[in-house]
């Protein structure tokens, strides 16, 4: 049985275009940005798509939304949900919308800013431990007193096919503007935006890639053993990328389409930040920058290398051709010590974007 207690997990069950469709005029149509410097740096055209400007400051709004909407119109009269935050934002911002009750679980050391976004919407705000079985243990709880269903952050076809939206919308976007996508990056928590990110591009030669912090890297362990992995998540400063253990949903989903896992640092999260804020001129938290950390670690790898030619890098091994990588900003919900800590410039590669 799955986290939802759901009858195992089946791919099928997750829509992104029928989730896109519903979705549309409901939430942000968030822009695709794009800076030369990034370029420069990388050694490769970046298209961003921001999500932290979504609605309730994450892409989370997409998958709450799709899916409590859905609960509503079954008669639901509540609803119960667990994450590290924006999730929890999401569902509450959503229940709101339907007037439903919603009581959203949250670890202790959760970021303020997240609880106090949770409990303006009107959700009873709940806080245990600091893993997701703590979690998990008394959003159940919850459900079984209230008899209202648990909106799951990683394990729920709905939400999975909320946050894929964000994808398909940034794949879409490119094609119009004549710079069709080569590579998807995301950042991984429960992999729920990365599987959703994965049907987005079905049928597409896109190679979407997931990014997780270092210590915290349950999807590229549970990829080597053939199985969802658990892990004692290390500190980061990305705390919306911490879950113990990749959904069992999302695993079926990425085991087979997903390209590869870029494991990344604070350090290059961090320099992730600043270029965002100072190139962009963009606000991202730390987990949201993740996905450009990885495409910068990708560069340094050596997967991203320039066309004999001279036009614009190609990415990986592929034809000699013009290529282009999307980003996913996943969310822009920072508190405000942690922005001025980072984004104090250190010497390094901002440098060389200058």
């Known amino acids: 049985m799955s986290r939802t207690d759901l009858p195992g997990p089946d791919p099928a069950l997750v829509d992104v275009t029928e989730a896109a469709r519903w979705l549309d005029g409901r939430v942000l149509r968030t822009p695709m940005l794009h800076s030369p410097a990034i370029d420069r740096l990388v050694g490769a055209r970046v298209l961003l798509k921001a999500e932290n400007l979504q609605l309730g400051g994450s892409y989370k709004m997409r998958g709450g939304l799709f899916a409590v909407s859905r609960l509503a119109a079954a008669g639901h009269a509540g609803v119960v949900a667990q994450s590290t935050g924006n999730h929890a934002v999401a569902v509450a911002l959503a229940a709101q919308r339907h007037d439903l009750a919603a009581t959203v679980v949250l670890p202790v050391d959760a970021a303020p800013t997240k609880i106090a976004r949770a409990r303006a919407a009107g959700a009873r705000v709940v806080l245990v431990g600091t893993s997701v079985d703590e979690r998990l243990a008394v959003?159940?709880?919850?459900?079984?007193?209230?008899?209202?269903?648990?909106?799951?952050?990683?394990?729920?076809?709905?939400?999975?096919?909320?946050?894929?939206?964000?994808?398909?919308?940034?794949?879409?976007?490119?094609?119009?503007?004549?710079?069709?996508?080569?590579?998807?990056?995301?950042?991984?928590?429960?992999?729920?935006?990365?599987?959703?990110?994965?049907?987005?591009?079905?049928?597409?030669?896109?190679?979407?890639?997931?990014?997780?912090?270092?210590?915290?890297?349950?999807?590229?362990?549970?990829?080597?053993?053939?199985?969802?992995?658990?892990?004692?998540?290390?500190?980061?400063i990305a705390d919306g990328l911490r879950p113990s253990c990749v959904g069992e949903l999302p695993f079926a989903i990425l085991r087979t389409r997903l390209r590869g896992v870029i494991r990344v640092d604070d350090d290059e999260i961090a320099e992730a930040f600043r270029l965002l804020l100072m190139e962009l001129k963009v606000l991202a938290e730390p987990s949201g920058a993740a996905g450009l950390a990885g495409v910068l670690r990708l560069a340094e790898d050596g997967a991203l290398r320039s066309a004999e030619d001279g036009s614009l890098p190609v990415l990986g091994a592929g034809a000699r051709r013009q290529r282009t990588a999307g980003v996913v900003l996943t969310g822009g919900n920072v508190e405000?010590?942690?922005?001025?800590?980072?984004?104090?410039?250190?010497?390094?590669r901002e440098e060389v974007a200058a």
């Not at 209230?146 to 976007?173: F, K, R, W």
């Not at 987005?200 to 190679?207: L, T, Y």
């Not at 405000?336 to 390094?348: Q, S």
């Open 139 to 236: 959003a159940r709880r919850i459900s079984d007193e209230t008899g209202y269903p648990i909106v799951d952050a990683y394990d729920h076809p709905d939400v999975i096919a909320g946050q894929g939206s964000a994808s398909l919308e940034l794949i879409e976007q490119a094609e119009r503007a004549g710079t069709p996508l080569d590579a998807l990056v995301l950042p991984v928590g429960g992999g729920g935006g990365a599987a959703g990110a994965c049907l987005a591009a079905a049928g597409r030669p896109i190679e979407v890639y997931g990014v997780e912090p270092v210590g915290c890297d349950s999807l590229g362990r549970s990829l080597a053993a053939g199985r969802p992995t658990p892990v004692t998540s290390a500190p980061t």
């Open 336 to 348: 405000a010590e942690l922005v001025a800590r980072l984004a104090t410039p250190v010497r390094g």
